[in-house]
């Protein structure tokens, strides 16, 4: 009797991952089905979450280490990459900045960052700016 191996399932939207232990491949598309709330009737493929490589091959699953994260996907589905969240650069604005001794006689800081977080909100209001206020000054004024 096979030892089951703990491993993760997920959908292709990736919302919810379910944890569950298996004996073979085949019941990792039995039991990921079920978990997922697919039809039994329905063909699935089974990829590595990651990167999507196809898993079909019972030597090579056994192979894969124990929590290995894996997609089932309909006949129709097809694996695509992990939407990441993308912030255009502007995760910093929501920071603090801390300021020393050497930092505090630069003056410009304070404006620039009003800029950024302007144009962060609207960035259809660069075409109204001057090009006094685009310009960012590094020296003390």
């Given amino acids: 009797m096979t030892e089951e191996k703990p491993c993760k399932v997920c959908n292709l939207s990736r919302q919810k991952s379910y944890g569950i232990a298996v004996r073979s491949l085949e019941d990792l598309k039995t039991k990921g089905r079920e978990t997922l709330g697919m039809d039994s009737k329905v063909l699935v493929s089974v990829v590595l979450e990651e990167d999507g490589t196809i898993v079909e091959d019972e030597a090579y699953f056994m192979c894969l280490p124990p929590n290995t994260k894996f997609m089932i996907l309909h006949s129709k589905e097809r694996w695509g990459p992990?939407?990441?969240?993308?912030?255009?650069?502007?995760?910093?604005?929501?920071?603090?900045?801390e300021i020393d001794e050497l930092d505090s006689t630069f003056t410009g800081t304070?404006?620039?960052?009003?800029?950024?977080?302007?144009?962060?909100?609207?960035?259809?209001?660069?075409?109204?700016?001057?090009e006094e206020e685009l310009q960012v000054k590094g020296q003390n004024q």
């Fill in 82 to 97: 992990a939407m990441r969240a993308v912030d255009g650069g502007t995760a910093w604005l929501g920071e603090s900045i």
């Fill in 110 to 130: 304070e404006s620039w960052r009003g800029l950024a977080q302007q144009l962060k909100q609207d960035l259809s209001s660069i075409i109204m700016m001057s």
